[in-house]
């Protein structure tokens, strides 16, 4: 008898947990492409870290999934999420970067291949379980069976691949590294598609604490020149290109007044005060975020002027 209630209640408590996880926002885009938009923000214990888009791709045999979640419950709730859009497996996992709410619900998908750039491969690597730590400490809670699963099949610096990949034509584009040194941009060609990463985010401030601004820039713009219609961000609602230039302009800008500042001879948080930040102030995250952009763009800016 006590066994018995034992595990009901342990089948309530785990159903709980997965209850606990906000549901996200699923756009289609084509009959086989899929956004998983998750909620806005930086992870907390009201989105249980849930807090990133990802991208489901159905091929003939599986699914193509980019980016997982912070965890391995997170990765177990975009897989629930996946089974009421296909009966089939997740076959393959592309990651854009290596930060851990792109990279660390891999482990919910054994036996998928992972691919992404060399970079985040060694990066997931080095800094793969700071992240752990980084979401154990946010929801105070251990996350025992979230494992490193990096890349087994990789893209080098600088290269663009065209591949076919269980009948779904995909470009992939290594750019400067921007957001992080590892990024990795994928272009469905078929349905004119970008999955940006977080190179392209929307609505949230972007993150700049392993960034290089200028590429980053540059990065956009290369994003402008590309033959999409449609553009998956890491963060924040799905977007057209034309959306971009104001991405880019916002962060030249920055880059632009944080730079003045600096010949001027002014410190970081004497440029901070001269700034105009109307532009940033409304977008989730401005807070906690600004002011790790503005000490990263500027120590970019005395490296290179070094
Ligand atoms: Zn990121």
């Known amino acids: 008898m ?26 289609k885009i084509t009959e086989r492409v899929y956004a998983l938009l998750g909620p806005v923000g930086l992870p907390d214990k009201k989105n249980q870290g849930y807090m990133v888009n990802s991208t489901v791709i159905i091929g003939e045999h599986g699914v193509i999934l980019i980016d997982t979640g912070f965890n391995d419950e997170i990765g177990a709730h975009i897989k629930q999420v996946i089974t009421t859009l296909t009966p089939k497996p997740v076959t393959h996992i592309i990651n854009t970067h290596h930060h851990g709410d792109h990279s660390l619900g891999n482990s919910a998908f054994p036996g998928a291949q992972v691919l992404s750039t060399q970079k985040c491969k060694e990066l997931l690597e080095s800094d793969g379980y700071m992240w752990i730590d980084i979401i154990q400490n946010v929801l105070e809670r251990k996350f025992p069976n ?21 009948g779904v034509k995909l470009r992939f584009i290594v750019p400067l590294g921007s957001h992080t040194p590892g ?10 598609t970008l999955i940006a990463g977080d190179i392209v985010v929307q ?27 449609t553009i998956i961000p890491g963060h924040g609602p799905v977007m057209l290109p034309k ?17 003045a500042g600096y010949k001027k001879g002014l410190t970081d948080s004497e440029i901070r005060k001269t700034l105009d930040l109307s532009e940033w ?26």
């Open 183 to 192: 990024d990795m941009m994928i272009v469905l060609l078929d349905e004119k």
């Open 243 to 259: 959306q971009v230039p104001e991405m880019r302009k916002r962060m030249s800008d920055l880059y632009a007044a944080v730079e």
């Open 2 to 27: 006590m066994r018995w209630l034992w595990i009901a209640v342990a089948a309530m408590y785990s159903v709980s947990i997965q209850a606990g996880l906000p549901a996200p926002k699923v756009e």
């Open 146 to 166: 979230t494992k490193l699963v990096p890349a087994s099949d990789t893209f080098a610096a600088g290269s663009t691949t065209d591949r076919v990949i269980d």
């Open 203 to 229: 609505n949230m401030a972007p993150s700049f604490r392993d960034a290089h601004v200028k590429h980053w820039i540059a990065t956009l713009d290369q994003i402008a020149a590309l033959d999409v219609k």
């Open 281 to 306: 102030r409304d977008m989730v995250s401005f807070e906690q975020l600004m002011g790790i952009n503005i000490n990263r763009t500027f120590l970019e800016i005395e490296q290179d002027n070094f």
